[in-house]
Each structure stands twice: as structure tokens, then as C-alpha cells.
């Protein structure tokens, strides 16, 4: 979104504007932004100093996307479950300790929690049955209540960095269940010492431009200083960062990036770094012809993949992407592993249609839980898989719709549902 100005809304520059994005410092709710009542679908105030909203919030009528990341609230304000429209709420890094079932509208689709200090769901969550996407990761959370089993269309849930003492089994019964992080809890197993990963000296490197960078951290590419054990030349490095994530925290990425190993498919972890100030990981430099296969979901598909517009592929070479792609999550479930992010915004992909995944901010270690509860966790990832496939069928030229190869694709849909 565009950042707008206060002095823009007050001169009435912004009337009938479907959007607004104001971050100035704030500490109380503009009355200005009713004039925008009429039109205004999607309020963003992170980055302010709010700590409450308006009791008459519900006069912006048609209000369906309000994010205030970053400000000073306490409390999920309750005025929030009388707006006729909200479907998507984000409150992520504030001090909020009491979530208020008033406070949830029913229509909520997008609920975001994220680094707070909430110890408590409310049971009403079990009352918003068009729930997709819910993050909680980074809060004091010691439970789960068994009504978010009314939850049948959650497909998301990020409980990473918590204080849950087991294992919360009532997610194995939620029917979309998709894609699930929960590392970083007390009922989870200990990171593990990686003794056959060598350590490298933060200082043997240098650090050039930036490839890329996510929620958990950024990667660069790297030169060496002083190459003490055979490395190749060029390298990338990831520099995590140090408080915790929407995925959970960093040293759990590291943790399962490591202990996942090598794999022809998967990004090659080469060694750990010896940075004071924060975790670093040194992997293979991917070669440059290899293209994000897919980009990170939409405000609109919420939970689900989007494509460049165009982008297609043959059935055959489609085929190619899901072989692959199910050698890396037989790779992972040998592990026990949980990757929780099973996506195609993940995935680069070359020319050739070889496939290298990535990203484990969500990867979950599960090796210490019942045979029941791995049997629920495989299940979620394997769900994720069938999205994977029919995200990839999606992007099929028309001439093969028909073939044999993309109904047999089709038909494993159906399994992996």
C-alpha cells in the first residue's frame, strides 16, 4: 500500500479513496477517517502509537482489512466484533495480554497475533467458522481450546514460540488443516548440537549484495576472506534475525535447516557461522537461472499461492515439478520433519524444470511425539502437497488438459484431500 499523509486526509485530497495507510506517529484515531466511511475497504495504522480504537470503529460501514501492527494496544480492542465487513485483522507486535471473544467478528477470515503476550484463546474462536489463517506464533500461549475444532475451514495456524506443555491433538481433527509450525514450544525436542556441520568465522567473509530476504532473515551473496575448509568460492549466507518471526524463532530454522541434511532438491546447508550477535547459516549459491516458481498469497487468496500472470507449463514438465517436489517431503517425513510451509512461493525453479526448496522459518521437529500425532502431522503436510498440485495443474497449457498424465494428477487431489 502507498503511505498516505494526515495533512492529505484532513484537506479531503483522499475522499472516496478504497485504501488508506497512515503512519505519523499516532496515538489517537484520526477523526478524519470517517469521511472516508462511504468507500474506505482496507485501514492500515501500523507503525503508530495507538492503544485503543473508537468505540464507533463500525461506522466505516464497509471496512474489510484493518492491520495495526507495531503500535501500543494491550487488549484486541472489542469494538472490532461490531464492524459488519471485518474479515481480516492483523495486530501483530504489541503488548496485547487478553483476546476478548467480542472482540472476533464472525466473518473473520485473516486473524494475525503474532509477538504479543497472549496466554489465552477465548473459546469463541471456535465460532468463526470462515477462519483460514490464524498466527499466534511468539505469545505466552499454554493451550488450545478444544472449540477451535469449529474452525473447519482453518487451512493456516503458526503456534511456534509458545508455552504449550503438549502437543494440541485437536488439530489433527481440523479437515483443511494445511500448513502447521509449532517449534519452539516445551513439549517440543531440544534443538541438537550439529557437530558434523563445520563452524566458520563470521570475520573469514564478506558480505555482498542481497539476494533475498523474508520474515526470518536476509541472504547475501558471499566472498571469502579466508577459506579454511575447501569451500566453493562464491557463497550465499543467511543472517537471521534475532527476535522471533511470524514462523517462530530463528535458531529453530536453524535447527531444522541442519538436521534436514542434503538433498538434490532441497537448498544446500554448507555450515554454521560464528556470529555473536545473531544466528547465520552458509549454503550453496544458487545458480542464477533459477526463478521463483511461485509468489506468496494475496490479501485476496489469503492462504493460497498466486503466479505470474501467464506463466504455464507443460503436463509433462508439471509432472517433472510434482516428482520432485514428493521425493523432498518423503526427504522430510523420513526426518521427521515437519516443513509447514509447503509452498510453491518456496520452490526455485531453472530452466530445465529442476526444483531447489527452501525457507524452513516454519519447520517443525516431531520426532518426540506420539505415532498418532506424526500420523496427524504427515497428514497436514501431505494436504499441503494437494495444493502444491493443483496450484501447478492451474498453471497447465490448455492442450493438455486432457491428457491422461493430468488426470492422473487430478485423481491424486482427490487422495491427498
Known amino acids: 500500500m502507498v503511505l498516505q499523509t494526515l495533512q492529505q486526509l484532513n484537506s479531503g485530497a483522499l475522499k472516496g479513496v478504497k485504501r488508506l495507510q497512515l503512519a505519523e506517529n499516532l496515538s489517537e484515531f484520526p477523526e478524519a477517517i470517517y469521511s472516508l466511511a462511504d468507500s474506505l475497504e482496507i485501514l492500515d495504522l501500523s507503525n503508530n502509537a495507538l492503544t485503543s480504537l473508537p468505540d464507533d470503529l463500525a461506522r466505516l460501514s464497509n471496512l474489510k482489512i484493518l492491520f495495526c501492527s507495531n503500535n501500543q494496544f ?15 485483522i492483523g495486530f501483530k507486535s504489541n503488548q496485547i495480554r487478553k483476546v476478548s471473544g467480542a472482540a472476533l467478528p464472525r466473518i ?24 483460514q489463517k490464524l498466527a499466534l506464533a511468539g505469545n505466552q500461549l499454554r493451550h488450545i481450546p478444544e472449540s477451535i475444532k469449529g474452525c473447519q475451514n482453518l487451512e493456516l495456524i503458526r503456534l511456534s514460540a ?17 500448513w502447521l509450525a509449532f517449534s519452539g514450544n516445551p513439549f517440543c525436542a531440544d534443538r541438537h548440537y550439529h557437530q558434523e556441520f563445520k563452524t566458520v568465522a563470521a570475520e573469514d567473509l564478506i558480505l555482498h549484495q542481497v539476494l533475498g530476504q523474508g520474515a526470518s532473515g536476509v541472504i547475501s551473496k558471499a566472498t571469502w576472506q579466508r577459506n579454511l575448509y575447501g569451500f566453493p568460492d562464491k557463497i550465499a549466507v543467511k543472517v537471521f534475525k534475532g527476535e522471533v518471526t511470524s514462523d517462530g524463532y530463528p535458531d529453530d530454522e536453524l535447527d531444522a535447516c541442519l538436521s534436514i541434511g542434503v538433498h538434490e532438491n532441497i537448498v544446500k546447508p554448507l555450515a554454521q557461522i560464528s556470529e555473536p550477535e545473531c544466528s547465520a547459516l552458509l549454503m550453496e549459491l544458487i545458480p542464477e537461472d533459477y526463478q521463483n516458481l511461485g509468489q506468496p498469497p494475496s490479501l485476496v487468496t489469503c492462504t493460497r499461492d498466486t503466479f505470474t500472470q501467464g506463466q504455464a507449463f507443460s503436463i509433462q514438465k508439471i509432472d517433472f515439478i510434482v516428482t520432485q517436489m514428493d521425493a523432498v517431503l518423503q526427504h522430510f517425513m523420513d526426518k521427521e520433519i515437519s516443513h509447514g510451509d509447503l509452498y510453491a512461493h518456496n520452490v526455485l525453479i531453472n530452466p530445465d524444470g529442476h526444483i531447489l526448496f527452501g525457507d524452513f522459518g516454519a ?25 502444491f498440485i493443483d496450484d501447478m495443474l492451474s498453471l497447465c497449457v490448455a492442450s493438455d488438459s486432457k491428457s491422461e498424465l493430468y488426470q492422473a494428477l487430478r485423481q491424486r487431489l482427490i487422495e491427498l484431500a
Not at 162 to 178: G, Q, Y
Request: net charge negative.
Open 363 to 387: 519447520a517443525s521437529k516431531y520426532a518426540n511425539l506420539s505415532a498418532e500425532q506424526k500420523q496427524g502431522i504427515q497428514q497436514i503436510e501431505h494436504r499441503a502437497m494437494g495444493h
Open 108 to 131: 473473520t477470515r485473516w486473524l494475525i497475533l503474532t509477538d504479543n503476550q497472549i496466554d489465552a484463546l477465548p473459546d469463541e474462536i471456535g465460532l468463526l467458522p470462515r477462519l
Open 162 to 178: 509458545n508455552k504449550l506443555s503438549s502437543f494440541p491433538d485437536v488439530l489433527l481433527r481440523l479437515p483443511k488443516l494445511a
Open 74 to 88: 494491550t487488549e484486541l480492542p472489542e469494538v472490532l466484533g461490531s464492524c459488519p465487513k471485518l474479515e481480516m
